[in-house]
């Protein structure tokens, strides 16, 4: 048996670890997602529709058992900036003070404890952070006049302070705390109290939640699959750069959905289980049927077929987009700048990675992408005659294959020093590659945008259809 932080593990996922080829962690990971699935079962058998205080324990237990499993004793962190974010919050209530001292803490808090990208204890910490800083906004809107809140703010304000069983319930839900999804404690609340399904019969979500494990399943083998052709490492090598151009594009495409699917099949495998849990509930579609889509994190028809960088803003990690819309890009109208107010999220994004500059480099570079996408279509519907080109059915068609492509080879490009973490490396793989994102990103409000803009001046003719 082997010792980790005073705990002691199994021989079993060792040598599990060792057959598979991957690091004892992450099996361990693997293994505290798909647990959610027994989880829910034992939830929808004996706990659904019971008192909540049994449920918040049930959360709080196992939670609490699947983190102390992974991390050992380092799970206290969690539990210590849980009870300090909900101390403040009841001694404070829902003021602005209690939001500035959750937010400082949990963000600096998290910083100190970062030092690398290995799968420890900052991991959960990080859906963490999120969820206190949310609950805290939470509970500030719950104490605004109505009016003054948005559609979203409206929907999950929060008029009292949780109990404190609903607070660690929430944040150890054991379906979602390790790796998400992002979800606030207003779902939470209504799950608990039977909302989604009225009386003590469990929800029909059996088939939601076996589409999606299956989905999850899917893509964990494409991941591994894709592991064969490329790797981390692969890409700052001396054998990728040695590749023709047209090789190393293609593979850095490559490279870069399996970097994507790696997220995908956590996310779809973590959501299955909260499926199961019955926590997803969304309301009904137009036939009246159920939908179990309230916590999606990855929109799989968006992302498979992107033609511009804001589909994938759009259909991947979508809880932590929203999160930070709601939460910092929305609240920062008052700048008067949506460029500004984009800008300040995206830093706060990297921020609470932590501090390697390529999560600096990799955000800077969804800027720079999502503003040359706006400006370049700007141009176009400005311009008559480009309008009424790019209208035409046959370019439509060359186009979109373009953009598929280009969508496919530059995701790579910018996951890059997000996955590679440390400049030597990022920048390698950039050199690699000939600087091409770069030369196509960077140089746009420099050097392409003002001369485009000089060659299709606004015009003032209307589209011909």
């Given amino acids: 048996m082997s010792e980790k932080d005073g705990s002691v593990s199994f021989n079993i996922i060792t040598n599990l670890s060792n057959l598979l080829g991957t690091n004892e962690p992450a099996l361990r990971l693997l293994f505290t997602i798909l647990a959610g699935y027994p989880l829910a079962l034992i939830y929808r058998k004996f706990l659904y529709g019971r008192n909540a205080a049994v449920q918040h324990v049930f959360s709080i237990t196992f939670g609490f058992l699947l983190g102390f499993w992974n991390y050992g004793l380092d799970i206290f962190h969690t539990v210590f900036a849980i009870a300090l974010s909900y101390s403040t919050l009841f001694v404070l209530g829902g003021t602005s003070l209690s939001v500035a001292i959750i937010f400082i803490y949990n963000i600096v808090y998290l910083l100190i404890g970062t030092d690398s990208y290995d799968i420890n204890w900052t991991m959960p910490q990080c859906i963490l952070v999120l969820r206190l800083i949310g609950i805290s906004f939470d509970l500030y809107d719950g104490h605004r006049p109505p009016e003054t809140l948005s559609t979203e703010s409206k929907k999950v304000a929060l008029n009292k302070c949780p109990s404190v069983l609903e607070f660690f319930g929430h944040t150890l839900f054991p379906a979602s705390f390790m790796v998400g999804p992002q979800f606030p404690m207003k779902r939470y609340q209504d799950f608990v109290n039977g909302k989604f399904s009225p009386g003590r019969t469990p929800p029909?979500?059996?088939?939601?939640?076996?589409?999606?494990?299956?989905?999850?399943?899917?893509?964990?083998?494409?991941?591994?699959?894709?592991?064969?052709?490329?790797?981390?490492?692969?890409?700052y090598s001396n054998e990728f750069a040695d590749l023709g151009f047209f090789s190393k594009i293609l593979l850095l495409g490559i490279w870069g959905r399996y970097t994507l699917y790696k997220y995908i099949s956590c996310w779809l495998l973590t959501e299955g289980a909260c499926i199961l849990f019955g926590l997803t509930y969304n309301g009904t579609d137009?036939?009246?049927?159920?939908?179990?889509?309230?916590?999606?994190n990855v929109k799989l028809s968006i992302f498979e077929n992107t033609t511009e960088f804001t589909h994938y803003i759009q259909s991947f990690n979508t809880n932590t987009n929203s999160w930070i819309a709601q939460y910092v890009y929305k609240r920062l109208k008052f700048l008067g700048n949506r460029n500004i107010?984009?800008?300040?999220?995206?830093?706060?994004?990297?921020?609470?990675?932590?501090?390697?500059?390529?999560?600096?480099?990799?955000?800077?570079?969804?800027?720079?992408?999502?503003?040359?996408?706006?400006?370049v279509k700007s141009i176009v519907k400005s311009n008559a005659a480009l309008s009424n080109f790019f209208a035409r059915s046959s370019v439509l068609l060359v186009v979109n294959l373009l953009l598929r492509l280009y969508t496919f080879i530059f995701m790579g490009w910018c996951l890059l020093p997000f996955a590679l973490l440390t400049f030597d490396r990022y920048w390698t793989a950039f050199s690699s590659v000939y600087h091409i994102g770069t030369i196509l990103f960077v140089l746009w409000p420099i050097l392409y945008s003002p001369i485009l803009k000089i060659i299709f001046k606004r015009g003032s003719k209307t589209r011909v259809e």
């Fill in 286 to 296: 137009e036939h009246g049927a159920p939908l179990w889509n309230g916590v999606e």
């Fill in 341 to 375: 107010s984009q800008l300040a999220a995206l830093l706060f994004l990297a921020i609470w990675h932590g501090f390697h500059s390529g999560y600096y480099v990799c955000f800077f570079f969804e800027f720079i992408v999502v503003y040359m996408e706006r400006e």
């Fill in 204 to 235: 029909p979500s059996e088939k939601a939640a076996a589409l999606r494990f299956g989905l999850g399943v899917f893509y964990l083998s494409i991941f591994q699959l894709l592991g064969l052709l490329v790797s981390d490492p692969f890409m």
